[in-house]
């Protein structure tokens, strides 16, 4: 068992900003709906910037209050404070960005998953909806960068100017197993 450790209120805050009001479009209106959703992440970094890329996409305050609300904070925690936030961002995935997420868990936990290789067996599976010209391949890569973004995977690294790869935070392994 690792212990976790927390932000500070500003330093959650921070953090949150950079990911939900990336480009630095901050609307006062939703500011305060914002810090209560931090609130709710108890100052996890994890659950701060994966809440935070999910707020990017969520432009009306009505879409803000939804998940400031949603029922799903009041489930019982078993002892991981992180799963409501992570399990709310997955909910909020597309179809096949969930399918493609939660193949992911046939990885063992830990390893460095090759971007490539990733991709190809996303194709091979079907996962990847095809969209007018653009190839799946090209389609594989926005699915894949869209799921670093939201903090699913992390660590991205250059192995050369062909390759990259990431890895899973142990609890988002967790959550695709799920």
């Known amino acids: 068992q690792h212990a976790v450790g927390h932000l500070s209120e500003e330093d959650s805050w921070s953090l949150f900003t950079k990911f939900a009001f990336a480009g630095g479009r901050i609307a ?38 939804l998940v400031k609300k949603s029922e799903i904070w009041e489930l019982p925690e078993n002892n991981v404070d992180i799963l409501p936030a992570l399990k709310l961002s997955y909910d909020n995935l ?10 992911c868990c046939l990885f063992p936990k830990g390893d460095e998953i090759e971007k490539n290789l990733l991709i190809e067996l996303w194709m091979t599976n079907g996962f990847i909806p095809s969209r007018g010209e653009t190839c799946l391949y090209q389609r594989g890569k926005e699915i894949f960068n869209c799921l670093v973004w939201r903090s699913f995977f992390q660590d991205v690294k250059e ?20």
């Not at 209560?36 to 803000?64: Q, T, Y």
Request: hydrophobic share 40%; with cysteine.
């Open 28 to 65: 006062k209106e939703l500011e305060p709906i914002g810090k209560e959703i931090v609130e709710k992440c108890k100052r996890l970094p994890l659950a701060v910037k994966v809440l935070g890329g999910l707020m990017w996409s969520k432009i009306s305050v009505d879409e803000w209050l």
């Open 159 to 178: 192995v050369n100017s062909m390759e990259q790869t990431c890895k899973m935070h142990d609890l988002m392994h967790d959550l695709a197993r799920f």
């Open 94 to 103: 597309t179809s096949h960005l969930k399918q493609c997420f939660a193949y």
